[in-house]
C-alpha cells in the first residue's frame, strides 16, 4: 500500500536548519508530484511547496522561498525539504504527501513530523 | 492568492444527521476543489476532488457539489467516524495551493 513516513524533525533555536526527508513505497515514487503541506500546533493546514515527479519543477509558498528547498532522489524514493534559517512561525508539523490523483490535489499523506523552532 | 473561507467554523451534529458544510473561494475556481478529512492525531486524508468526485474508499455518504466560486460538502447520516475537521482546498489557480481554515464537525 502507498506509504510515505517522514523524518528528521525535531527542536533547534531560530536562524538554525534542518533538513526533513520523506521515504516513499508502495507506489512508482518517480511518477508522482510531491509536496510537503505544514499544519502550526492547533491551526490548519499550509502549504509549503512542490516537485514535480521528475523534480523539474519546484514552487513555494512565499513565506519560504530562499529559506526552504525541496528535492527528490527517484533512485531512492525519497523526497526532502532542507529548511534553513528557521523562525518561531516555522514551528509546524511537516506532512510529505503524494499527489493526485489529479494534479494539484493531494491523495496521501504521511503522518508527519514536528519541527519546533525555539530558543 | 485565492483565499477560501469555510462556514461554520464548528458545526454541531448528532449521530445519524445530515452535515452540510461551505467552502467559498474569493475568486472562481472552476470545479478544481477538493475535500479533505482529519481526525485528532491523524493526517488528512482526501474525501473529495474535482468538487465532486469521491477519492478511492470514501463511502457515498460523502458528496460534494458546486463549482466556480461556491462549494458545499454534504455528509448524508452522520457516523461516529466522521466527527473530524473538514478542509477544502482550490488547486485552479496554483501555486499556491491554498486551503480553507476547515470546518470542525462535532458531536451535538
Known amino acids: 500500500q502507498v506509504q510515505v513516513v517522514e523524518s528528521g524533525g525535531g527542536v533547534v533555536q531560530p536562524g538554525r536548519s534542518l533538513r526533513l526527508s520523506c521515504a516513499a513505497s508502495?507506489?512508482?515514487?518517480?511518477?508522482?508530484?510531491m509536496h510537503w503541506v505544514r499544519q502550526a500546533p492547533g491551526k490548519g493546514l499550509e502549504w509549503v511547496a512542490v516537485i514535480w515527479y521528475d523534480g523539474s519543477n519546484k514552487y513555494y509558498e512565499d513565506s519560504v522561498k530562499g529559506r526552504f528547498t525541496i528535492s527528490r532522489d527517484n533512485s531512492k524514493n525519497t523526497l526532502y525539504l532542507q529548511v534553513n534559517s528557521l523562525r518561531a512561525e516555522d514551528t509546524a508539523v511537516y506532512y510529505c504527501?503524494?499527489?493526485?490523483?489529479?494534479?494539484?490535489?493531494?491523495?496521501?499523506w504521511g503522518q508527519g513530523t514536528l519541527v519546533t523552532v525555539s530558543s | 492568492e485565492i483565499v477560501m473561507t469555510q462556514s461554520p467554523a464548528t458545526l454541531s451534529v448528532s449521530p445519524g444527521e445530515r452535515a452540510t458544510l461551505s467552502c467559498r473561494a474569493s475568486q472562481s475556481v472552476s470545479s478544481n476543489l477538493a475535500w479533505y478529512q482529519q481526525k485528532p492525531g491523524q493526517a488528512p486524508r482526501l474525501l473529495i476532488y474535482g468538487a465532486s468526485t469521491r477519492a478511492t474508499g470514501i463511502p457515498a455518504r460523502f458528496s460534494g457539489s458546486g463549482s466556480g466560486t461556491e462549494f458545499t460538502l454534504t455528509i448524508s447520516s452522520l457516523q461516529s467516524e466522521d466527527f473530524a475537521i473538514y478542509y477544502c482546498q482550490q488547486y485552479n489557480n496554483w501555486p499556491p495551493l491554498t486551503f480553507g481554515g476547515g470546518t470542525k464537525v462535532e458531536i451535538k
Open positions: 504527501a503524494r499527489g493526485g490523483p489529479i494534479v494539484g490535489a493531494i491523495g496521501y
Open positions: 508502495g507506489f512508482t515514487f518517480s511518477s508522482f508530484d
